[in-house]
């Protein structure tokens, strides 16, 4: 299965390099000479959302960054991890609107998932962060309360052999915020969960049902894909919640960080504005928005609807849309559980 997306993804960039691709050398040209560009490669091409590809990562570094992901001992509390707010048995996110932070200090937002992160365009819901480096950074920060502190977590690894073993080997026994963050990220980048849907792009017509196929349809007829595309489907543009229809106008209250990424560039019109998040494993994800105030999917797809179109669509297609994102969900997450 692994070897399949890789090679097919590859075909895929090779048939989408331009002309200078062709202009290097041929000791390169003779890799490429057996390949033919298929149909179901010119479907992934014209389509708003790409199929998703595995990313190399040092299985070394994905061990240690594993262990450290989920180790409750770093946190200050000792009792939670980022596992805890983003568990990867619930599609990489946690069932709560507003995750708690561990201090005193209560979060502020809803908790996206970590599951295919890594292609996003920059991270947090205001696009805070620029990389998954950085969003580690800003998630153990006081102000993302993640409850992580390095000088415990130095102190901690420092204390146990098997953690001592693994940075010598990787780091040269170099303890640090840099070395912690690139093994943590480096397990991040191996989160990546190809779905049913994915095959469909890649040219197999059964991989998804007839219902799901018509939801797709009808998520291009709406145009939710000239938001959420590309590869995360979503997580590569900014937009305002309520471009066709004041969201915020509907609501009592409007707390700072429904400005969205205005807080980051303080220029009006990125009042209100969000990155586009990820429909990937949206289906297990629950509650949705940056607030945490849409409890399910079908009225998930209904704001979107009435906010973000404009438009009224009736509950036959609603459920069509929903069947359609459901088949987003990865097809081997349990792997990620073990
Ligand atoms: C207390 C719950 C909590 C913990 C613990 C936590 N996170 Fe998060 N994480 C969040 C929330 C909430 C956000 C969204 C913050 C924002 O947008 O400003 C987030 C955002 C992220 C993002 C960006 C995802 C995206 O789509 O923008 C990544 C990556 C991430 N966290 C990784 C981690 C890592 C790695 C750890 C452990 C070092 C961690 N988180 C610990 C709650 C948590
Ligand atoms: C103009 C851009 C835009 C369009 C069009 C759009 N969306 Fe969205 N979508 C967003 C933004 C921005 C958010 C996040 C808003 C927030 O949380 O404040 C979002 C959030 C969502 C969420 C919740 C995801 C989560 O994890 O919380 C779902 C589901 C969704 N959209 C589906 C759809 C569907 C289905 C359509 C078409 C009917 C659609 N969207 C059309 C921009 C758009």
């Known amino acids: 299965m692994l070897r399949h997306y890789n090679s097919l993804i590859f075909f895929i960039f090779i048939a989408s390099t331009s002309c200078k691709e062709q ?63 983003h568990n990867l048995k619930k599609g990489g996110a946690d069932y709560t609107a507003i995750s708690k932070g561990v201090d005193t200090t209560d979060g502020v ?42 000088t415990k977590a130095i102190w901690v690894i420092n204390h146990d052999g098997q953690y001592t073993e693994m940075f010598q080997h990787l780091y040269n026994g170099d303890i640090s915020k840099k070395t912690i963050t690139d093994a943590i990220v480096g397990y991040e ?25 018509k939801g797709y349809q009808l998520f291009k007829e709406y145009g939710c894909g000239s938001c959420h595309q590309g590869v995360n489907i979503g997580g590569n543009m900014y937009q305002k919640l309520g471009i066709v229809r004041d969201y915020f106008k509907d609501h009592d209250t409007i707390k700072k960080v429904d400005w969205g990424r205005f807080n980051i560039t303080q220029k009006q019109s990125d ?22 105030e849409v409890q399910t999917l079908k009225q998930a797809i209904q704001v979107m609807a009435v906010y973000q179109i404009g438009r009224n669509i009736p509950d036959n297609e609603i459920n069509d849309i929903e069947a359609f994102l459901q088949s987003l969900t990865g097809e081997e997450l349990e792997k990620h559980n073990q």
Do not use: M
């Open 271 to 292: 009042k209100f504005s969000f990155k586009v998040p990820s429909l990937r494993n949206v289906s297990l994800t629950a509650p949705y928005l940056h607030n945490g």
């Open 109 to 150: 937002l809803n908790t996206p998932s970590v599951y295919n992160a890594v292609f996003n365009f920059r991270q947090f819901w205001d696009g805070q962060a620029s990389d998954l480096t950085e969003a580690v950074h800003d998630t153990v920060s006081l102000t993302k309360n993640a409850g992580i502190s390095w």
């Open 23 to 85: 202009k290097q050398s041929h000791a390169n040209e003779q890799e490429f000479e057996p390949i033919s560009i298929s149909f179901q490669n010119e479907r992934a091409e014209y389509e708003p959302i790409k199929p998703i590809h595995f990313i190399d990562s040092d299985p070394n570094k994905v061990a240690l960054g594993k262990l450290l992901f989920h180790d409750n001992s770093i946190t200050k509390n000792g009792k939670s991890s980022c596992a805890s707010c």
């Open 189 to 213: 980048k191996t989160l990546v969960t190809p779905s049913r849907f994915d095959r469909f792009l890649l040219g197999d017509e059964e991989a998804i049902s007839k219902q799901e196929r």
